[in-house]
């Protein structure tokens, strides 16, 4: 049974930092993709970035993130099965419950944790 469980959300000014931790278990796929998204209230959930667990020979790893948090924030993976998410320069736009989320198959994001508030004043 896959299960992801987010931590990390917080209350912080703008120009702060934090970093959310998705932590991982069940998944037994070689290959598949790791998300965040968000949802601010009376908006539509948003895709913030996704990471693909595949690694080229030459190490490399694909990443998405939306044009409003690129040179912001940074999606990673450890060795432990935790997703991160570094989020760094808030802004109060970025306030929302932050969820990770996991697609297993190549086409939908399946599996999803409950979600941690993340809220930035200016």
């Known amino acids: 049974q896959v299960q992801l469980l987010e931590s990390g959300g917080g209350s912080v000014q703008a120009g702060g930092s934090l970093r959310l931790s998705c932590a991982m278990s069940g998944i037994t796929s070689r290959r598949y993709y790791l998300g965040w998204f968000r949802q601010a209230p009376g908006k539509e959930r948003e895709r913030v970035a996704h990471?693909?667990?595949?690694?080229?020979?030459?190490?490399?790893?694909?990443t998405y993130y939306r044009d409003s948090v690129k040179g912001r924030f940074s999606i990673s993976q450890d060795k432990t099965n935790t997703l991160y998410l570094q989020m760094n320069s808030l802004k109060p736009e970025d306030t929302a419950m932050y969820y990770c989320?996991?697609?297993?198959?190549?086409?939908?994001?399946?599996?999803w944790g409950q979600g941690t508030q993340v809220t930035v004043s200016s």
């Open positions: 990471i693909d667990t595949y690694t080229t020979p030459l190490g490399e790893i694909s």
């Open positions: 989320a996991a697609d297993l198959d190549g086409g939908r994001w399946d599996y």
